[in-house]
């Protein structure tokens, strides 16, 4: 009998692509959702009970399937329904340091989010955009919309967001 270290547990999500969304369930590993978003190991991974609709037809399902294999750095964004599900504080947040809260307003191609930014001391722009190897950022008590199809709109405790795919990124508290 071989006994698996890794504790797994199902999480819900929604998955946003440049021309989907995929509402499925996703295998963490004990490092939750930002563990697996940000293993460098595998670019894929399988959602499980996935339903996908086109971005421009929100409401319209367009498929189902019980596997889907998708390709991670093609992620916009991953939204959860807890934000307990990001995993472990530590790895979500890149350490044990005090924390400040930043809101902001996030643009990639596709998606707006708005939400806030936890970070460490003096907010550094340069450094969240390339500082360390994940991919894959939080950002908390956020809302993300469709830049073309304003009626997508998801509100959530907490946002995966893929960095890669940032247009800009400002400060809220520097609006005009």
């Known amino acids: 009998m ?13 998955f946003l692509t440049p021309s989907y969304r995929i509402v499925g369930k996703v295998m963490t590993p004990n490092t939750g959702l930002t563990g697996l978003m940000n293993d460098t190991t595998n670019s894929f991974m399988e959602i499980l009970e996935a339903k996908l609709a086109r971005v421009h037809m929100p409401t319209k399902l367009v498929g189902e ?34 924390i ?6 996030i643009a990639t191609p596709v998606y707006e989010l708005e939400g806030v930014i936890e970070w460490p001391g003096r907010f550094d722009f340069a450094a969240i ?21 304003p009626q997508l709109k998801i509100e959530s405790p907490a946002i995966l967001f893929n960095r890669r795919h940032v247009d800009w990124l400002g400060l809220l508290s520097e609006t005009k």
């Open 65 to 98: 399937y019980n596997v889907l294999n998708l390709v991670k750095p093609n992620i916009f964004a991953v939204c959860l329904t807890r934000r307990e599900d990001l995993g472990p504080q530590a790895l979500a947040r890149g350490g044990f340091q005090k």
């Open 129 to 149: 955009m390339v500082e360390g190897i994940r991919d894959f950022l939080p950002i908390y008590d956020a809302t993300l919309t469709a830049i073309l199809i």
């Open 100 to 105: 400040l809260k930043y809101p902001v307003k």
């Open 2 to 14: 071989t006994t698996d270290k890794v504790t797994h547990r199902l999480v819900t999500t929604d």
